[in-house]
Nanobody, 123 residues
Framework: QVQLVESGGGLVQAGGSLRLSCAAS????????MGWFRQAPGKEREFVAA????????HYADSVNGRFTISRDNAKNTVYLQMNSLKPEDTAVYYC????????????????WGQGTQVTVSS
């Protein structure tokens, strides 16, 4: 069982940056691949980024590739999402998620979810 708590969301102007954090409970954090997803109003939840258990490999949605960076610190049981060059279309609730073993880029692959943190980008 893993419990996830996101933080770091807020209001930012277009072109700005935010760093999201997701703190995980438990002693087996390094056994989980982690992902970030987002959901805008009236839209389905979509994949943003994922990272392997060790942190050596990452994968991004085309819409954020080159602007967002996912990373993790297994000693702190935390995964991060650094978001740069933010655009209004990045506005959404951002969720972190965990799954055993290798990462995946679809919602149904993940077993544990946080409660989400709101990111709003003004134009």
């Amino acid at each position: 069982q893993v419990q996830l708590v996101e933080s770091g969301g807020g209001l930012v102007q277009a072109g700005g940056s935010l760093r999201l954090s997701c703190a995980a409970s438990g002693r087996t954090f390094s056994s989980y691949a982690m992902g970030w997803f987002r959901q805008a109003p009236g839209k389905e939840r979509e994949f943003v980024a994922a990272i392997t258990m060790s942190g050596r490999n990452t994968h991004y949605a085309d819409s954020v590739n080159g602007r967002f960076t996912i990373s993790r610190d297994n000693a702190k049981n935390t995964v991060y999402l650094q978001m740069n060059s933010l655009k209004p279309e990045d506005t959404a609730v951002y969720y972190c998620a965990a799954r055993r073993n290798y990462y995946a880029d679809y919602v149904g692959a993940y077993d544990y979810w946080g409660q989400g943190t709101q990111v709003t980008v003004s134009s």
